[in-house]
T-cell receptor, first 110, second 112 residues
């Protein structure tokens, strides 16, 4: 079983719509959680950290469910510029190693 | 701000050749990482370092070596290149365990 699993998509989303997707992780001792965004052939960039109480950054909302070992990302009022691959990232141990999911592709259409 | 700088951006190697991928960061980060990303796949950790003089293997270390003689530099060495090492290589750094990781722009390596 992979340490971090994501639905690869693509999620085809009309502009202005809401899209949500999850990521599951296998290590119950995982300590930190993040969503990164990666544009085609570019380096990943941090979108947001995910906190236990859930957090929101503009149109983006992240949730953590430790009991079921998943995190989620919701994008409201989707923009064309939101088209990208969203990487779920989990820090699994005290040495700081980051485990990446394979990514969920989101395509926002006019 | 330079951030994390990787060189070269592109390289074509012949089977059996060796090369070093350079990575340097100017943010005084202790943690540095090397990842590879194959088409349509997630990033896989090759090696990481928690400070100068300290390195450890990640998920896919075979065929690679690293060193960390300074805080700034974390070169990745490929010995005896193989077609299976064709990939995009990303170097990243962070300040501490919970902090954001900053990535370089990547090195696209093709082994033929």
């Amino acid at each position: 079983r992979k340490e971090v699993e994501q639905d690869p998509g693509p999620f085809n989303v009309p502009e202005g719509a809401t899209v949500a997707f999850n990521c599951t992780y296998s290590n119950s001792a995982s300590q930190s959680f993040f969503w990164y965004r990666q544009d085609c052939r570019k380096e990943p960039k941090l979108l947001m950290s995910v906190y236990s109480s859930g957090n929101e950054d503009g149109r983006f909302t992240a949730q953590l469910n430790r009991a079921s070992q998943y995190i989620s990302l919701l994008i409201r009022d989707s923009k064309l510029s939101d088209s990208a691959t969203y990487l779920c990232v989990v820090r699994t141990d005290s040495w700081g190693k980051l485990q990446f999911g394979a990514g969920t592709q989101v395509v926002v259409t006019p | 701000n330079a951030g994390v700088t990787q060189t070269p951006k592109f390289r074509i190697l012949k089977i059996g050749q060796s090369m070093t991928l350079q990575c340097t960061q100017d943010m005084n980060h202790n943690y540095m990482y090397w990842y590879r990303q194959d088409p349509g796949m997630g990033l896989k950790l090759i090696y990481y370092s928690v400070g100068a003089g300290i390195t450890d293997k990640g998920e896919v270390p075979n065929g690679y070596n690293v060193s960390r003689s300074t805080t700034e530099d974390f070169p990745l060495r490929l010995e005896l290149a193989a077609p299976s090492q064709t990939s995009v290589y990303f170097c990243a750094s962070s300040t501490r365990q919970e902090a954001e990781a900053f990535f370089g722009q990547g090195t696209r390596l093709t082994v033929v």
